[in-house]
DNA sequence: ATAACCCTTGGACCATGGTCCAAGGTCAAG
DNA sequence: CTTGACCTTGGACCATGGTCCAAGGGTTAT
């Protein structure tokens, strides 16, 4: 098995040399062996895994979420459906954000499609439209995370759960 | 004009007070009056002010944009085409996004569909995907100002600009 | 007058996903 | 032996949109 450092590597998954610290800080990568020197030495399993860990990021899924997924891979007691569990729900969300987006969309452009390019901005459409407080009920952006009691953390690391 | 202090704003513009004195700090409020204690003075206009914020955010304009927005339309010299540009860049974002997230749920759909819940993870059509590399090529999630490249040389040079 | 609230400030902290830096060690070529 | 490319670390910093806190002063109700 060829053995390499971390520029080839990053070069390899097209990323970053940081990134790849700031992955093993996260735990999405595991720390790897190491020269005598000191120099992280990764193989072929690393640079599949950057490709995965892409991948997922390319499906919105959050690092957090990757890490999951690649600890069920990993794991030989997890089911095919713990991953669809992971999947579904990001359809979930995938389906909300383009039905809130699409909303958007449709407005922009009736209010586009309104605006008197010439006229003053008294007359503009989309200043009524903000100025008379319609505003776009839908799912707002981001689903909020319920509020994490707060002990006394010093000095801890930002850890991937 | 009837006067009040920033706890009766944050009521009517149901936000938490930070959220308006935050806003008075990145310059989308402009500095209140304030009683002789320092007490923030607020009246109608804020509270209008504060909507058009809170609208302008659901339609996904950023709070730097929001104030774009909020100075063309004290500005005198502004036409509506101004504020008509603004709306189209927001458009055509939502537009990309749209297109973006309707491919990735197109995917986990699919994904999702010929995934046989009782198998073994290695059996797992979703997994085979990301580890395959097939990754979601459709513009990334932000646009991005500038970045710097700093890929090292890596046996080859590049040029300063 | 004293509790119970309201308000002020500066600054730290949250999530997310990195990015950059300085100071220093390592390694091969010339 | 020096140069240059590469590697190490801890920590600061970026954007985005807030949120929370402590220490202190102001106002209101009893």
Known sequence: MTRFKIGELAQAANV????????????????PE???SGYRLYDQSDVDRMRFIRAAQSLDFTLAETKS?????????AKASDILAVTLA?????????????????????????CPQDAATDACPILDFLSN????????KE????????TTTLTTRRELT
């Open 16 to 31: 970053p040399r940081d990134t790849i610290r700031y992955y093993e800080r996260t735990g999405l990568l595991s720390p």
């Open 34 to 36: 190491r020269t005598s």
């Open 69 to 77: 997924l690649l600890e069920l891979k990993a794991s030989d007691h």
């Open 90 to 114: 990001k359809l979930d969300q995938a389906k909300l954000k383009v039905e809130r987006l699409g909303h958007i969309r449709e407005i922009l452009q009736k209010l586009a499609d309104a």
């Open 133 to 140: 407080g319609d505003f776009v009920e839908l799912g707002s």
């Open 143 to 150: 689903q909020k995370t319920s509020k994490m009691e707060r």
